[in-house]
């Protein structure tokens, strides 16, 4: 894992998180710009996907494969099953599910790095 | 004629997402606890299991509307309200009995207390959006 990519993941979902609550706050519906936010932090999940294997492949080794492959893939799914969930139904609730879906983004790229980092589950 | 309570619509998506949330992850740490580990603490990975299942459930029952979706949600909401507060309690009485953090040990503090403010949100939610008969004439009387 690069630490400092992590870190980027981390500052952008939260960025778009924020973002997510002010728009949700001034009771808006989901903007264009911010389903591209979301999409930006959806490519960077997959960045870590493939540097996340790469370095599997390279013989470095999680404190366990399968946990740091769940995460890895798992993260991927939170963003898009939030976003259609958020869209079926336009609403300022729609703009506070995207934020909350990107809430959930730290939290499951910090346990895939404590995961790197040697913890087991 | 009854009006369908709906559960998923307006604040109740966003509910609806926060349980998502925690169904994916209760789901995934039971799974690997129970797949690699189970002999370690069989009843604290049992009622890990537990957790995850109710969570799938009141995510499903609020996504979708309807009074037999509204009453499950309802008796997963207090079953979970039910289990963190037992879970809570016995994990700081008896930490012998759950050696590994499970959503509900310690009521939640591995998540932000959120697994204990969770069904209570969920139990206000319903108690709004309760069935009710559409006009007062319907209502039974006495």
Redesign the interface.
Same mark, same amino acid.
């Given at each position: 894992m690069i630490t400092g990519f992590a870190i980027t993941i981390v500052a952008c979902a939260v960025l778009a998180a924020v973002w997510s609550f002010v728009l949700s706050a001034r009771n808006r519906e989901p903007s264009k710009a911010l389903l591209g936010a979301l999409a930006a932090v959806e490519l960077l999940l997959v960045v870590q996907l493939i540097i996340g294997v790469v370095l599997l492949v390279g013989g470095e080794r999680p404190g366990s494969i399968a946990t740091y492959l769940a995460y890895l893939i798992g993260c991927l799914l939170v963003l898009p099953v939030g976003t259609v969930w958020a869209l079926a139904e336009r609403s300022r609730s729609s703009t506070a599910v995207l934020g909350i879906t990107c809430v959930a983004i730290p939290v499951m790229v910090l346990r895939l790095n404590e995961v790197w980092n040697g913890a087991t589950a | 004629m009854a009006q369908p309570p709906k559960t998923a @619509?307006?604040?109740?998506?966003?509910l %609806? =997402? %926060?349980y =998502?949330?925690f169904a994916?992850a209760a789901t995934?740490?039971a799974g690997?606890?129970i797949a @690699?580990k189970f002999h370690e603490a069989p009843v604290a990975y049992l009622l890990s299991a537990l957790a995850a299942v109710i969570y799938v459930l009141a995510t499903f029952a609020l996504a979708r509307s309807g009074e037999t979706a509204w009453r499950i949600a309802l008796a997963a909401c207090a079953v979970e309200l039910l289990g963190v507060l037992t879970i809570g309690t016995l994990s700081i009485f008896d930490s012998a009995a759950f050696p590994?953090a499970t959503v509900w040990s310690v009521y939640g503090q591995g998540y932000l207390f959120i697994p204990l403010v969770l069904p209570v949100l969920g139990l206000l939610w319903l108690r709004r959006t309760a069935p009710r008969p559409q006009n007062p004439i319907d209502r039974p009387v006495g």
């Open positions: - | @619509t307006g604040p109740g998506r966003v %609806v =997402a %926060v =998502a949330i994916l995934s740490r690997v606890q @690699t590994q």
